[in-house]
């Protein structure tokens, strides 16, 4: 069983304890970010300095602030979920059994940075399970979904498994289009940082299967109370009700409790 840094560090020839070190989150810290082939190194800027660096007021520039992030997220991400790969594998075992019975499943990751949630199934399924093809969705050109497409294909290869994986990157001016229907789609802790959630959904409901599930957060903060907050977007916050207006039009809640009743919980939506 491999370790949760054993990618990171390889990818970025860090050792373990740097590696937990640059993803854990507090404020004010200063970490040197190593560059890779990929990406520039960051050094000298907190991710508050990072954040006020420039400004966010078109789609373009908030495009272009991921990218500015070099390996940022790569590291953070990967420290956020180095103790959750049971309940990603949980997750979507109980989300694919939900699925219309198929021979073949298309699950895609929007927004899906490190792409946890994919990086537990290539890492767990067993060789005889049913055949699997894996898309994977964020911001064009930035560090994480770079390392995330890396440490898949590695991963896939290394286990021989029959998967195919489709990388399909979101464009300031385009929303990702996939080559199947989807099956099952998770974008988690991902549309609070979206310019449009709106137009996001409407974009997934038109590729989803009959009866295909979508498992989704949206990330309320209280902005008061929490200085860690992360990229929200003004525009995202905006959206919030009109996008659950058109989940509960479109949608049957099947796992999780509704949004008015728990904000910030994961909740599992099957297609009508």
Same mark, same amino acid.
């Given at each position: 069983?491999?370790?949760?840094?054993?990618?990171?560090?390889?990818?970025?020839?860090?050792?373990?304890?740097?590696?937990?070190?640059?993803?854990?989150?507090?404020?004010?810290?200063?970490?040197?970010?190593?560059?890779?082939?990929?990406?520039?190194?960051?050094?000298?800027?907190?991710?508050?300095?990072?954040?006020?660096?420039?400004?966010?007021?078109?789609?373009?520039?908030?495009?272009?602030?991921?990218?500015?992030?070099?390996?940022?997220?790569?590291?953070?991400?990967?420290?956020?979920?180095?103790?959750?790969?049971?309940?990603?594998?949980?997750?979507?075992?109980?989300?694919?059994?939900?699925?219309?019975?198929?021979s073949e499943f298309h699950v895609c990751e929007y927004g899906c940075g490190v792409a946890p949630f994919m990086n537990s199934l290539v890492s767990h399924i067993r060789e005889d399970n049913p055949k699997?093809?894996?898309?994977?969705?964020?911001?064009?050109?930035?560090?994480?979904?770079?390392?995330?497409?890396w440490r898949l294909e590695k991963k896939i290869q290394n286990r021989g498994l029959d998967i195919q994986l489709d990388v399909k990157p979101?464009?300031?001016?385009?929303?990702?289009? $996939?080559?199947? *229907?989807?099956?099952?789609?998770?974008?988690?802790?991902?549309?609070?940082?979206?310019? /449009? +959630?709106? !137009? #996001?959904?409407?974009?997934?409901?038109?590729?989803?299967?009959?009866?295909?599930?979508?498992?989704?957060?949206?990330?309320?903060?209280?902005?008061?109370?929490?200085?860690?907050?992360?990229?929200?977007?003004?525009?995202?916050?905006?959206?919030?009700?009109?996008? $659950?207006?058109? *989940?509960?039009?479109?949608?049957?809640?099947?796992?999780?409790?509704?949004?008015?009743? /728990? +904000?910030? !919980? #994961?909740?599992?939506?099957?297609?009508?």
């Amino acid at each position: 069983m491999s370790n949760w840094y054993d990618d990171i560090c390889e990818y970025y020839s860090v050792d373990p304890e740097t590696a937990l070190e640059l993803g854990t989150r507090s404020t004010g810290r200063k970490p040197n970010l190593p560059g890779s082939k990929t990406c520039n190194p960051v050094s000298d800027m907190t991710y508050e300095d990072i954040w006020e660096s420039s400004e966010r007021n078109t789609v373009d520039s908030i495009f272009q602030f991921y990218r500015d992030q070099g390996a940022w997220a790569t590291f953070r991400q990967c420290v956020r979920h180095k103790d959750l790969s049971q309940y990603h594998i949980s997750l979507l075992s109980q989300m694919l059994n939900l699925c219309q019975t198929r021979s073949e499943f298309h699950v895609c990751e929007y927004g899906c940075g490190v792409a946890p949630f994919m990086n537990s199934l290539v890492s767990h399924i067993r060789e005889d399970n049913p055949k699997i093809r894996i898309s994977i969705s964020d911001v064009d050109s930035c560090e994480h979904f770079t390392f995330a497409k890396w440490r898949l294909e590695k991963k896939i290869q290394n286990r021989g498994l029959d998967i195919q994986l489709d990388v399909k990157p979101v464009k300031s001016d385009e929303l990702p289009r $996939y080559n199947d *229907l989807i099956d099952l789609l998770l974008i988690f802790e991902v549309l609070e940082h979206v310019p /449009s +959630p709106v !137009s #996001t959904i409407k974009n997934i409901y038109d590729q989803l299967i009959p009866g295909g599930i979508v498992v989704e957060n949206f990330i309320k903060h209280n902005h008061d109370d929490d200085d860690d907050d992360g990229p929200d977007l003004a525009s995202a916050a905006k959206e919030r009700d009109e996008y $659950y207006k058109f *989940l509960t039009k479109n949608f049957d809640l099947v796992i999780g409790e509704r949004p008015d009743k /728990s +904000p910030n !919980s #994961t909740r599992g939506w099957r297609k009508k």
